[in-house]
């Protein structure tokens, strides 16, 4: 499976994501909240990342996106 970038970025080698949950915040649902499960090579979970993509509700719509680990 390949990841984008930013998220290959916080994976180790042979570590795999799962367990997608998806959530939405802010006052204008404007935040979009996904986090996995990462899994070691041996099937362990060994920690979860969040993707946070926020987009500005006013034109021109720029959206910033956070990768972190825990």
Do not use: W
């Not at 499976?1 to 802010?26: P, S």
């Not at 041996?42 to 680990?69: I, Y």
């Amino acid at each position: 499976m390949t990841y984008d970038a930013d998220i290959a970025d916080k994976l180790n080698a042979l570590e795999t994501l799962t367990n997608r949950r998806v959530r939405e915040e802010g006052s204008r649902r404007n935040v979009d909240i996904e986090e996995f499960d990462i899994l070691g090579a041996d099937g362990r979970a060994v920690g979860v990342l969040t993707v946070r993509e926020s987009m500005d509700p006013n034109p021109p719509f720029h959206v910033h996106r956070t990768v972190t680990r825990q």
